[in-house]
Each structure stands twice: as C-alpha cells, then as structure tokens.
C-alpha cells in the first residue's frame, strides 16, 4: 500500500468568538491521500475548508490531533521544521492569485526557489520549464498587471510547483475565473498534478471539477466524509 503523503488524524480547532464562546471548525477531521492521488473538498462557504487547509499546510496548528506530511507528525514540531517542510515539500495555490506584482511571472516562479537555496541558474531552468508546460514562455517577462487572470492563475500554479513539492494544496483556484477559463485552467492543474504524481487536495465550490478528481470528501459539522 502507498504511503500517505499527508495523514490528518482527529484535527480539532476552535476560534474565540466574542465572549464566553468558542466556535468549533474542526471536529475530529481525518482524510489520507496518496501520492498520486487528486483529492475533491467540498463543503459551503464558512465550513471551514481554509482553516482544514491552513492545518495540512503547516500554516496553523490543530487543537488537538495530528498532522504527518510524508510520514514525520509535524503537529507540534519546530517553527523551523515546519518552514522547512513548507518549503520542500508542500505547494500552495489560492483563489486569488497573490503573485508578487513588481516581478515578472519568471521571477515570480525562481524566487521561492532561491529562499529553498537553489542557485539562479536551476531556478530559471525550472522556471522556464513550469511556463512552458502551461503554454505561458511567451509572457515570462511580463508582470501580473499585464496578464489575463487565467495566466495568473497559471503562473500561480507553477510558483506552487517551483520546489517539485510532494504536496499541492489548493483553495478554490479557479473560483474568480469564469467558467470556460476555469475549466482550462483547471485542465492545466490536473496535468501538472498527473505529470508530477504529488499528492493534492483541492477544495472547490464546482460540482463538475470536483467530480474529476480521483474521490471527494465533503466537511460537514467538523468532519470529513465522503462525498
């Protein structure tokens, strides 16, 4: 059997709201996914999805339960450690683009590739390489302003891969593009993710991207089931 590239076991986690309660997002959320393996999660807005994504990606702690990233339980580990991983091993992508907007889409691809200590001339490779599977090596020089939101997007999608992670998680990515420009940019999110055979979890609002994935899970009061 593959082993897990990302294990959630039992997550918890509750925010303060106002005074004296606490509002519980996760209630004993588990998933599994395999490297290889393009995960679907859906669940309405406010179910909290971002936060169950924040936690996978080292970006939050849990309450309580764990979380492993290619078999190390990084749940309570090191500032540090847990940098590191994100670095190395897991790749965002968000709804909203968040590419820095005074660097070309190159650029934008080499630099957290020079924060995870490659040199600039693996980095630019890489770079090229990455805009060139998404039909975008003509606009490398070009910074975001002057690209249409799919290329954004697009160009997101390979910053997100820049590190080779094991990893992808994504946010409602295609959620501000319309609907013939999501289903491209989408079509381009699942060949990279097939190409590279990483393990992805992707949370989604549309029922005809979710249902092209390999399974779905759904986040209702807290927990995760199939969907």
Do not use: W
């Amino acid at each position: 059997m593959t082993e897990a590239v990302l294990r959630l076991s039992g997550v918890e986690k509750g925010y303060k709201i106002g005074r004296p309660g606490e509002v519980r997002v996760l209630r004993g959320a588990c998933v599994s996914i395999a490297a290889g393996e393009v995960v679907g999660l859906v669940a309405p807005s406010g179910a909290g999805k971002s936060t169950l994504l924040h936690i996978a990606g080292l970006l939050d702690t849990p309450d309580a339960g764990q979380v492993e990233i290619c078999g190390q339980d990084l749940t309570r580990a090191a500032d540090s450690a847990r940098t590191a991983v994100r670095r190395g091993l897991v790749g965002f992508v968000y709804q909203f683009h968040h590419l820095l907007p005074e660097f070309s889409a190159a650029e934008n691809i080499v630099l957290p590739q020079l924060a995870n200590g490659v040199s600039m001339a693996a980095a630019s490779a890489r770079a090229d390489d990455l805009l060139a599977a998404v039909g975008l090596s003509a606009r490398k020089a070009h910074r975001p302003a002057e690209l249409s939101g799919g290329e954004q997007q697009r160009v997101a999608f390979c910053r997100a891969l820049a590190n080779s992670p094991r990893l992808l998680l994504a946010d409602e990515p295609t959620g501000n593009l319309d609907p013939d420009t999501s289903d491209r940019v989408f079509d381009t999110l699942m060949g990279l993710v097939r190409d590279t055979g990483m393990a992805a979890l992707i949370a989604t609002h549309n029922p005809l991207l979710a249902a092209r994935m390999d399974r779905r899970v759904r986040l209702e009061n807290g927990v995760l089931v199939p969907a």
